[in-house]
């Protein structure tokens, strides 16, 4: 017992190593890429279709994609599958897409969708989000494709690269794109 409570007490202390905090390895993430509970990578479009409903589905655009909408229009959902219908990318984008039709707009809406719900560690983070606040909790970012295009790459993934992409508009995140590509 005494054992377990000694363990304990030096995991508690070791990410701050003496007060000291420690600094998170840059551009790098450690936590499975999901939002409403939807994981890239592993959840299969069937998965989807239970959690979410049908949406708008265009079985033509890429291997497949779905779109959704929370019930209140402030956040869209695009979620692309590969050929072996395994989600490979899911998009967050503020407000509804402009590229959706009327009907599809009214089949994409799910109570399902949350744009409360949060992403980054401790899932602080959400669309409108500063860059300030991404880079608090995400750090510096692993490569940059302007001055408005982060990207940060996971660290704990098997063998395939996965990475994730925040676009800001003005400073804030106006979409982020979870991305598991194909093997």
């Known amino acids: ?5 000694a363990f304990l007490i030096a995991s508690i202390s070791l990410p701050t190593l003496g007060g000291v905090e420690t600094a998170p390895k840059v551009g790098k993430f450690c936590w499975p890429m999901h939002y409403a509970g939807v994981v890239v990578g592993t959840s299969q479009d069937k998965h989807v279709v239970k959690l ?5 589905h265009r079985p033509n655009e ?6 959704y909408i929370d019930s209140r229009n402030r956040l869209t959902m695009k ?12 998009s967050l984008e503020a407000g ?15 109570k399902g969708l949350d744009a409360d719900e949060g992403f980054g560690n401790w ?13 608090k909790n995400l750090g510096r970012p692993a490569k940059t494709e302007g001055p ?4 940060y790459n996971a660290e704990c993934t098997c063998e395939l690269p996965e990475y994730l992409t925040v676009y800001f508009e003005k ?11 194909p093997g």
């Open 148 to 151: 408005d295009a982060w990207v």
């Open 96 to 110: 509804v897409a402009s590229t959706l039709t009327a009907s599809e707009r009214k089949s994409a809406i799910t």
């Open 62 to 67: 890429s291997d497949g994609v779905r779109y």
């Open 123 to 135: 899932h602080a983070l959400r669309l409108g989000s500063t860059k300030t606040d991404v880079e």
């Open 79 to 90: 979620i692309s599958t590969f050929t072996d219908a395994i989600v490979g990318e899911l």
């Open 171 to 181: 400073g804030k995140i106006r979409q982020i794109v979870f991305s598991a590509p």
């Open 1 to 5: 017992m005494k054992i377990l409570l």
């Open 52 to 56: 979410l409903g049908r949406g708008a």
